[in-house]
């Protein structure tokens, strides 16, 4: 009876692309018995169709396969900026020297002959995991060296004080790793507060490299416009828009952006997005659920955003909700699917109690983990006093 070392700690997928029908069949009931999700696919043709939808942890890959050889598949993967990252092994055999080293300079992370005995390569895909897991908790951990050395932050630490309001909002990086969401709260003076939600897209947790390049551009924007009596929201982003499209340094990268001025005097709330999620008004006099849609284009796609300026006029417990597509992104079949209505669904039953952000932060922000996230989370919950 073959026996297998532990596999981490978290169930991992693996993608395993091999023709020989007897070999795959073995290597998936040896996967599977030792802990992991195992996908199989017959060619490399049927590999990349899979991988426009699945998202495995790691690629397990043989050489010689009919259409297109393991090299070339690897080639098409590296191109493809969404899937290169995918770790990938190749398990042929094949090995010829000059084949290894033509396979690990297309940087492969190993070169696995077939002759190896299953519960050693089952122990070579765990040590490679495992590793892939140590070299993740370090560059959390240096990420966040990085942020506290440079003093930039792109989440506040506390909940703004602004009156007539009350103002909670939630944040979970995906996987751990500081990632493209920013939440931003600009207190003007006694009488206006701006509340601001983005998320870069794209370039999963390098994102976080560009949300400070954004959120100066913004908080910039902001003041010059504020202390010129300027409050338009669609002048404000108009103007960030622009110098974002015109940074070459930011070419190619985006951002939606949720902007609102929140104003004690009249009890308003100004509000204008760019390519943002439509936010959540709860009314509480009909106990009612309306979604307010913004017509403007994400940050840094057009030199004209398109941008309009709305007014939500808010009662005692009227409730606002601004939040990222990693509420939205749920798991579904190995994939990733957005289910707004879903989201919804989920927390309309918290908004008539008292004290509903913190029951949703309960029953449902707190459930959020690894197993069941795709993306950065965020939420800015308004409630009207």
Known sequence: ?????????????????????????????????????????????????????????????????P??????????????PDIRDIPFVFLTSFTDNSLVLEGLNMNAL???????PIP????????????????????????????????????????????????????????????????????VDDRYCFALLGDIM???????????GFLSYIRAAIRFCALDDDFALDNIVQKINKLVFLDESLQNILSSLSLLLLDSQTGHVHYTGAGDLPLILYKKKGQKTDMIKSSGLLLGLLEDGLYDNQIVSMQPGDKLVIFTDG????????????DYPFFVEKISPYFGNEASFEQIK????????DSNQMDDASIIFIEKQ
């Open 1 to 65: 009876m073959m026996t297998f070392p532990d596999p981490p700690a978290k169930v991992k997928k693996i993608l395993f692309v091999e023709d020989n029908l007897v070999f795959r069949k073995v290597m998936e009931a040896s996967l599977k018995k030792a802990g992991y999700v195992c996908t199989l696919c017959g060619s490399a043709t049927e590999a990349l169709s899979l991988l426009q939808t699945e998202m495995p942890d790691l690629i397990l890959s043989d050489y010689e396969m």
């Open 67 to 80: 259409e297109i050889n393991g090299f070339d598949f690897r080639q098409t993967v590296l191109l493809n």
């Open 110 to 116: 190993d070169y696995i002959n077939k002759e190896t």
């Open 120 to 187: 050693v390569i089952i122990s070579k895909l765990n040590n490679i995991i495992k590793s892939l897991e140590n070299e993740h908790i370090r560059s959390i951990r240096e990420l966040r060296i990085a942020a506290e050395t440079l003093n930039v932050k792109s989440i506040p630490t506390t909940n703004p004080v602004v009156s007539g309001f009350k103002i909670d909002f939630w944040h979970k990086g995906y996987l751990g790793y500081p990632g493209g969401d920013f939440i931003d709260f600009i207190r």
């Open 202 to 212: 794209g370039k999963k947790w390098k994102a976080w490299f560009f949300t400070f």
């Open 327 to 338: 509420m939205i992104d749920i798991p579904s079949n190995g994939t990733k699917k957005s």
């Open 362 to 369: 309960s029953h449902v922000l707190n459930k959020i983990n």
